[in-house]
């Protein structure tokens, strides 16, 4: 139906993500509640910087994108349950569980049948429940003592999963040394160290309410994903799009049979194609700036550097060829201002990033498994962080999707479908990529070096003619055809070498070739799934792997920039 598509995409907001540590046992609940309202709605704006504060307000005002809250708890008796209950009483907001145990082992710390209850009830709350250990206590411990090592180090674990991936931790806390490894106490030394913003909250004779600032709070996200929700894409590319996406993930296999259900169908055209749309629209129109402004770059300057030596060779034509130098050094000053001005080559690889993020998230969702959050490996701390807008888009559009049933009686279908579209399909690309990357890099690396040799070999011509008297008369034609070469052939060369750099044309073929062997090995790993269990477990390595893959190319491209040089 025309327009659906559109009416589809709900924009997608900003959350305040709301980190928790404390204790279980609180003196006077009520009053720690009021206080916990009373900062949420007076103390959290405070810490982020006045430009964000701008930002914050005028959302908040224009509900463009909505700012909401988030709250990231373990849901541990107390502190945890209290500020869990206290977020949600405001508009939209969310709850996130990270649970330090498995659920089994989790209940033995609860005090009663009620304490239980509660807990399942908030987990039921949470999409999807971040969960740190995967087995229980008792199956690594050595023995008692060791059980409650590992117990600790777990809840340990859990706070400084929290400090780490919320925006400001709020610490109900008495103020004394902690109890043990994994107590508020450590948390919070543990926050102070990572410079994370902190407020501690504390009520038994005498009230405190007292901030710690961190290194505050930055709201740059809340305008990049304002930026995505506004991006203007045509009803007519939209359905273009969708139509295509349509064709690549729902057509029947070669025996006509369909793998994909209506059900999924209706989800993913629900909750995932719009994004989708969105992101790559974005992506294309950003990488076409980008890539554009790089061959005009490369080549103008090339060509100005023959206006230059034009003038020298022909005085006569001085005058123009300064001036067409002079025109073509504006064109590159615009283009790289404009390049530079427009974020295109930043906007390009995060667009990207998630625009791959989602078209996995495609197939995963038709084959029925939730992803974990997206997580971002120390090492690439310097070009990708949990705080960039990517990576709460893609967070918030999944904790839009419904819980899902396992593959049931129809893991082979999937696990076929998954292997013919996905993987193999993934398989084809990066062969074809490795090879695109090795020709283009070997064109551009061949045409310079002859370049190069063209450059000495008119070196040498002018050599041998100097060293000739009248071989050539110096009104000859080939004394400035000769310098012109030796003058523009290395303008020329170091333009393919700097084009060849703007590619990564070398590293994205090892990057492609590198990947091969693991898409393989995934690829026969799923083709012996069957089980539920196992199938979930590779369509997860498949989509771990995606993503590093899609990681690393983020931080390869990132930061590659234009110069007017």
Known sequence: MPGTENKLFQPVPYRIRIGVTGHRSLADEAAIRVLVKKVLETEIDGLFDPESRLLIERGRRENAPPVLYSVLTPLAEGADRLVANVVREFPQSRLDAVLPLVEEDYLEDFATEESRREFRELLGLCRRPVRLRKTRIQADARNESHAGELRRAAYESAGHYVVSHCDVLIAIWDGREARGRGGTANIVKYAEEQRRPFIRIWKDETEIVSVNRGDGLNASALADVAAFNNADVSPADRRGYVDNLEKDYFRPFEDGS???????????????????????RQA???????LNAGIAVYIFSALAVGCVAAALLFP?????????????????????FRAHHSRANERWMENRFLTERIRSGIYV????VDVPPVEVLPFMGHSHTVDD?????????WHRMPRFPDCGDNCAVLARYIRERWIEGQIRYHIGKQKRSRRWGSILSWSGRVLFLMTMAAAGFKLWMKSSPGLVPDEHWMNPALAMVAILAPATAASMVGLRAQREYLRNEKRSKNILPQLQYLNNRLAASTEPAMFESVILQVDEVMLRETQEWLMLMRYIDLEAA
């Open 258 to 280: 369909q793998p994909v259900s209506e059900e999924s169908k209706d989800l993913v055209r629900t909750c995932l194609f719009p994004y989708y749309v969105q992101a790559s």
């Open 284 to 290: 294309k129109k950003y990488q076409s700036r980008f």
């Open 316 to 336: 006569a034509l001085s005058v123009i060829a300064y001036a067409a130098e002079f025109i073509l050094l504006l064109i590159i000053l615009w283009t790289v």
């Open 365 to 368: 969702a038709i084959a029925g």
């Open 389 to 397: 807008w990517t990576v709460r888009v893609f967070d918030e559009i």
